[in-house]
């Protein structure tokens, strides 16, 4: 059975990690319902999907394409193997925290149906940062994470409204291309010549597209 554990929401506190100087990355469990709704585009818009969530660095975080941000405690259980500590909900800054969900295996595009008839829409993994590497306080934690590829995934919204703790989660639509998140992430961060298969997936974060695009027409170039 696929259910979010957790919804967790992060307030406003000191990051000296970055120069923007506050983060929302320390995000804890509430209890009830929460609002999810677009935030709009990302540097002027509402940054998180959940209401009432911080985030502080907008220029790298948030928006329509990362407005919710999903971990699975399969994954969590894996780090804690590999860290040798136990790892509550919400430690990786994400909003949910899902059981039963194959995130390694989400493929861009496909749809999560909640039952109050929010649907969300995972578009790529995390790429982790300074802000992450100082909350866990493991060596090389950032080359650690992306290197596991166990990313998670942030999510847009299609259809806004409540999402609790113990939600069941459907997931539908699944698109034929089959470009799971982390494949997607493997290609991006470490595998240069395999950058045009991202582009069969048409819900890859079109910041993300213009990116890869601009990527391959500079390596076609300097193949001439």
């Not at 990355?25 to 969530?53: C, F, M, N, T, Y």
């Not at 894996?78 to 059981?99: C, D, K, V």
């Not at 069969?200 to 213009?210: E, H, I, W």
Request: glycine letters at 12%; charged letters at 25%; one cysteine or more.
């Amino acid at each position: 059975m696929s259910i979010v554990l957790s919804v967790n929401v992060g307030s406003s506190e000191p990051n000296p990690a970055k120069g923007v100087g506050v983060t929302g990355i320390g995000k804890r469990p509430i209890e009830g319902p929460i609002a999810v709704r677009p935030p709009g585009p990302k540097h002027v818009g509402l940054h998180s999907g959940v209401v009432g969530d911080f985030i502080g660095d907008t220029q790298h975080h948030g928006g329509d394409d990362q407005a919710v941000y999903a971990y699975g405690r399969e994954d969590y259980a894996w780090w804690e193997a590999e860290l040798g500590r136990e790892l509550p909900n919400g430690i990786f800054g994400e909003n949910l925290t899902t059981e039963g969900i194959d995130l390694l295996g989400a493929v861009i595009g496909e749809q999560w149906h909640f039952p109050s008839g929010v649907v969300l829409q995972p578009t790529f993994g995390r790429i982790p940062c300074a802000t992450f590497q100082l909350r866990m306080d493991e060596p090389r934690w950032v080359k650690r994470f992306a290197q596991a590829n166990r990313t998670g995934t942030y999510l847009r919204i299609l259809e806004p409204g409540e999402i609790r703790a113990g939600d069941r989660v459907e997931i539908r639509e699944r698109p034929g291309h089959g470009l799971t998140v982390a494949e997607a992430f493997g290609i991006y961060m470490h595998d240069q010549d395999r950058l045009a298969r991202l582009l069969v997936a048409d819900s890859l974060p079109p910041s993300m597209r213009r990116e890869v695009e601009e990527r391959l027409s500079r390596t076609t170039g300097s193949a001439r």
